[in-house]
């Protein structure tokens, strides 16, 4: 199961990368930035309570690092379409 959650949240974090550009990306990763927000203080929240058994690695901590590469990857995307704009607009202009 625990494999099953962390290939959803990695198909949900780099989905960014495959989605076209616009509307449906600006909902999409608006909603999805929240909704790892969320997840995250609901488990942190959990993961206070004292018979709450964390193991090696807290949930908590891996729903972190899903937030910091959502991040990175909405960031590289957004990156990469600012480059091709201008790109494309000194392509067109000479």
């Not at 449906?24 to 930035?33: G, M, N, S, T």
């Not at 609901?42 to 964390?54: C, G, I, K, M, V």
Request: proline share 3%; charged share 10%.
């Amino acid at each position: 199961m625990a494999l099953f959650i962390l290939g959803t949240l990695l198909v949900i974090v780099f989905f960014p990368l495959v989605l076209p550009w616009g509307k449906k990306l600006l909902i999409y990763c608006a909603a999805v930035w929240f909704f790892l927000w969320l997840i995250f203080f609901l488990q942190a929240e959990r993961e206070s309570n004292p018979t709450y058994d964390a193991g090696m690695v807290g949930d908590s901590a891996v729903l972190g690092v899903s937030i910091l590469a959502f991040a990175i990857v909405v960031f590289a995307r957004s990156l990469i379409h600012f480059v091709m704009y201008k790109v494309k607009a000194n392509r067109n202009h000479t």
